[in-house]
């Protein structure tokens, strides 16, 4: 994706215009405006002259972002730049306003004294206003050189209604002025009186301060929303201690080369991604992780730049420099996300496109009626200005982009990567995650789980496997030379190691053949008991492997090896479900083993012996019944996370599996699914109240504006008070969604299950089974959780008031399988229908 800076967007119709006109340019596949950031992402073949020029005749400027490729160049975009700006011109346009509102309103409503030489002369007091608004329309000319622009091009934005609004109420005044002074040439007192009452130039004026005042407010709520992407960039270093011929030498870190060896102190930042090769030390890798806890580093180790040297000293040589450092791709991750719109927002945009025109004409039409109505060309110019400056194009337009910004940067925070704003958006929406086993609800490393010696000890059955194994390659020996050396044993002295076909290993010590293997190629060579055997195979039943150990034509014992599940995997599980998604277990393992793992780790669904090409397709079926969302880690996992709705890669995963997914997790724990779908509910809900205050603002001010309750209820809008609304409205929508950053994503004590139709609901069956013996919600607690244990049963509806329970099928089952299943709770079932 190509990304450019635009400048000159003012509200989301200016952003719309500019997503049009580059999307006619040939070669460009999509176009996504950012007005939060005044950013824009191109994806296609279109020249970068070819985008530029598209955007300048439309009426905006753009250049192509980042192409200095340094840090401090993006901490300088984000920068806010506006709030300083707005700052100053505010303050001169209220110095000038207060002035100007004496004049107009102190003096005229309240007969606050004026000098002498103003004295019973309105026309004096009329030019004195006219030459302050004046003033006040030259500071504020940005307004009127944006909105004209846009009028120009035919594209009328937020600073156009401004311009009218304003440039209405000025024109009018003028008038008013002129016909003063004809009134005064002819010496009519009253008509000089009447006329003095006809000037908005006070208006004109306060629109434009007032609109300042939400502008302000807005860009500073808006510099707060990039925060974390700022965060971000700061902690890029600035400087790395190189050694050079065995001399310390400072250098600026773009200057740092692929295996260039640097030195860092305690307290210092890591300059680029290395491997230690000297010293060892503990490393606060918050972040990038969001875990506080240091962790400790020694020689072979990896580092990440950014990350802080909380204690020795160490020398390390560069492995990633530049834009290939973890950091610079979280930036880019989440510097791109803020470039892409999430779907909901196209809503905002459809409306956005024809809002402002609407509004001009809706203003016309407001003056067209009230002076068919009899009314003066004051009081119908006031009713339409009124229409012009209470409507907020801006709410709208920046309802999604600031949530998603702020959700974005929120999850950044806390190691959770999403990649764009649509991921952010749809994570929240799933209805069933399929979960890999090995890396993802395991640890990924076999471990040894139990230790059965025979009429041997513990440490001298594992030594006797330690001695042999540690001549193998094999992933099960590995687990077992990692549990001897924790023991600090050493092995045996061995000779004539052999792999032996069928599974089994064998080594001579002492004159004696030292054998290990399956239980099915130790029983080739001799007997083992029925005791035994049975051990062996609630060993398999529970999902380990057990590995049979003898010493010529004695058995030894067993050693059990299993891949076991990660200690966060069942609670995030849990979490899962308690969201009302359905867990799924995809594992090439054979069944057992796999529903043993399954069982401990509580999924809905286990689906064994799956060829890493068949993942894609099972994933293909899922999405049938449901959004499925996919997490993985391995290069097998790839197909997969690319064919689901949401793929989600374990950060310790390969570079295959993170590319191929929509979310990357920097701790690689599975609490973070759960706490990725939690956020994205909160931001989707952040939006969705961001959007209803967007509309509902306009569509109640809009009628107040026009005067449609002044017949009814004799309500009467001011202009000046239409432009602190419209000020406030944009201020609102960014301040509700700055409030998501107090939202915990860690904590599941508000999750509630979401019921969203599953592709499969049109064709479910629902059965009403009558039951007796409920009495309270503990009862119906315990009925739901039994009838919703059941593979065939998707949801469980259940009311002890009226003694039924309605369940939904996703299968058929039989009427005695569910009375069972009830009656096994203690109640009584009395029909099923």
């Known amino acids: 994706m190509k990304k450019f800076n635009v400048t000159g967007m003012s509200c989301t119709a200016c952003s ?134 846009g009028l120009i091009h035919r594209s009328p934005n937020m600073d156009t209604l401004v311009a009218l609004g304003s440039g209405a109420s000025f024109v009018y005044s003028v008038y008013a002025l002129f016909a003063m002074t004809d009134a005064q040439v002819k010496g009519n007192a009253e008509l000089v009186m009447s006329y003095m009452h006809e000037f908005y130039f006070e208006s004109a004026a306060m629109i434009l301060t007032l609109i300042t005042v939400g502008k302000m407010l807005e860009a500073h709520s808006k510099g707060k929303t990039t925060n974390a992407l700022k965060a971000l960039l700061n902690l890029a270093p600035k400087k790395a201690t190189l050694l050079i011929d065995g001399k310390e030498t400072e250098v600026t870190v773009d200057k740092v080369k692929k295996g260039d060896v640097f030195v860092v102190r305690p307290g210092e930042s890591i300059p680029t991604d290395a491997e230690i090769t000297d010293g060892s030390t503990a490393v606060d890798e918050s972040a990038l992780t969001g875990e506080s806890i240091p962790v400790d580093k020694v020689v072979g180790d990896t580092v990440s730049a950014g990350t802080i040297n909380k204690s020795g000293f160490i020398k390390c040589s560069a492995t990633a420099v ?32 024809v809002f402002v025109p609407a509004v001009i004409v809706i203003a016309l039409i407001t003056i067209a009626v009230w002076l068919l109505c009899g009314q003066t060309v004051g009081y119908a110019l006031a009713r339409g200005i009124s229409v012009l400056v209470i409507s907020c194009p801006c709410a709208l337009g920046l309802a999604t982009p600031v949530a998603i910004m702020v959700g974005n940067g929120m999850g950044a925070r806390k190691g959770i990567l999403f990649k764009t704003a649509a991921s952010l958006e749809e994570a929240g929406k799933t209805q069933i995650a399929v979960l890999d086993k090995t890396g993802t609800i395991t640890k990924g490393e076999p471990k040894v789980t139990d230790i059965i010696p025979f ?56 004159g004696k053949r030292i054998i290990g293997g399956s239980k099915k190629y130790i029983s080739s060579i001799i007997g083992i008991s029925n005791d035994i055997s049975s051990k062996a195979d609630k060993l398999s039943e529970e999902g380990k492997t057990p590995l049979f150990f003898m010493l010529d034509n004695k058995l030894l014992g067993i050693i059990a090896v299993a891949d076991v599940i990660k200690e966060e995997s069942p609670q995030a599980i849990k979490q899962l479900q308690n969201m009302g998604i359905k867990v799924v277990m995809l594992t090439g ?140 409205s944009s201020f609102c929508v960014v301040t509700n969604a700055l409030r998501l950053n107090f939202f915990d994503i860690t904590n599941p004590k508000k999750d509630r299950k979401i019921k969203y139709k599953s592709k499969k609901d049109d064709n479910a069956m629902t059965k009403t089974m009558k039951i007796d013996g409920m009495m309270c919600s503990h009862c119906e607690g315990r009925v739901k959780q039994s009838l919703e244990g059941l593979a065939q049963v998707s949801q469980a509806e259940v009311s002890h008031e009226k003694g039924t329970a309605v369940v939904t099928l996703t299968a058929e089952v039989s009427n005695d399988v569910l009375k069972k299943t009830v009656e096994d709770q203690g109640y009584n079932v009395i029909s099923i229908s």
Not at 27 to 56: C, F, P, R, Y
Not at 471 to 489: F, G, N, R
Not at 589 to 616: C, F, Q, S, Y
């Open 16 to 149: 719309s215009r500019v997503e049009k006109a580059v999307s006619k340019v040939n070669g460009v596949k999509s176009v996504s405006v950012s007005l939060l950031t005044n950013s824009m992402g191109v994806e296609g073949s279109a020249s970068d002259e070819s985008i530029i020029a598209a955007v300048e005749k439309a009426g905006y400027g753009a250049s192509v972002a980042g192409a200095e490729k340094k840090q401090s160049a993006e901490t300088d975009q984000l920068k806010d730049k506006d709030t300083p700006v707005l700052m100053h011109r505010l303050i001169a346009s209220v110095g000038f306003l207060v002035v100007l509102m004496y004049i107009s309103m102190g003096h005229m409503m309240w007969g606050w004294p004026l000098p002498a030489f103003f004295a019973d002369n309105h026309i004096a007091m009329g030019l004195a206003q006219l030459l302050l608004c004046v003033i006040i329309m030259v500071i504020n000319q940005k307004f009127f050189i944006s909105g004209f622009k």
């Open 322 to 353: 530049g834009e290939d450092t973890a950091l610079s791709q979280i930036i880019k991750m989440v510097s791109d996300a803020a470039a892409t719109k999430a779907p909901v927002a196209k809503i905002a945009d459809k409306v956005s496109g």
């Open 455 to 510: 009429e041997i000890t513990e440490n001298e059955l594992l030594k006797y496997a330690y001695s042999i194994e540690v001549k193998s390659e094999h992933p099960l020996a590995k687990a077992i030379i990692v549990k001897a050396e924790e023991l600090s044993l050493n092995p045996y002295e061995v000779t004539d190691f052999k792999a032996e076909s069928g599974n089994g290993l064998s080594a001579e010590y002492n």
């Open 589 to 728: 393992d054979n069944e057992r083993t796999a529903k043993a793992v399954g069982k401990l780790a509580g999924v809905d669904e286990v689906i064994a012996g799956v060829m890493p090409d068949g993942k894609e397709k099972v994933v293909a079926e899922l999405k049938k019944q449901g959004k499925v969302l996919m997490v993985g880690d391995g290069i097998n996992d790839a197909p997969a996370l690319t064919r689901a709705d949401i793929g989600m890669a374990i950060g310790s995963g390969t570079d295959i599996a993170i590319d191929a997914a929509d979310v990357v997790f920097m701790k690689s724990k599975l609490t973070d699914v759960p706490a990725a779908v939690r956020l994205s509910r909160k931001t989707l809900r952040n939006i969705h109240e961001n959007l209803f205050w967007a509309f509902i603002y306009n569509v109640i001010g809009i009628p107040l504006a026009a005067g449609v309750w002044i017949p009814l209820l004799g309500w009467q809008l001011n202009p000046m008070f239409g432009a602190a609304a419209m000020s406030l």
